[in-house]
């Protein structure tokens, strides 16, 4: 496991102090849902908006300044991709004005990665759960 630099994660905890409207409104709709979120986590050498870490589903919320480096997100999701990492992408305004819904479609998105995609099957001789 590589060490994190000092300096980003000095600036992940900034940025926690720092939050974006849409980031702490966010943030208090999922801090209550397991599992767990985090704001600002350090992957490689990106910080990651917002995060769960037990299905590595990584939450980037964009303001307006997105349009302008839409490149440079790209290869951060790649990157972030190669290491295992889901990343949805929301714009600040949809996060402010549909915060349900954003969270909705979040809270989905782990729940899908939860399920594992070939459960192990029952123990012979074991009893099937009542219906």
């Known amino acids: 496991m590589q060490r994190i630099p000092p300096e980003l994660t000095a ?16 943030w208090s709709a999922l801090r209550s849902h397991r599992p767990r979120f985090t704001r600002q986590l350090v992957v490689g050498h990106y910080i ?8 590595k589903l990584g939450i980037e ?3 307006g300044h997105h349009a302008l480096q839409v490149e440079a997100d790209e290869a951060r999701s790649r990157y972030l991709a190669s290491q295992g990492w889901t990343i949805l992408r929301f714009w600040n305004n ?7 819904g954003v969270a909705e479609v979040i809270l989905a998105a782990v729940a899908q990665a939860a399920t594992h995609p070939r459960p192990l099957p029952c123990r012979e001789g074991s ?5």
């Open 48 to 55: 990651i908006d917002l995060a769960c870490r037990s299905v």
């Open 11 to 26: 600036n992940a905890r900034q940025l926690r102090g720092d939050a974006t409207p849409a980031e702490r409104v966010l």
């Open 127 to 131: 009893r099937l759960p009542p219906i």
């Open 61 to 63: 919320l964009d303001g």
């Open 94 to 100: 949809d996060v402010l004005e549909n915060t349900e």
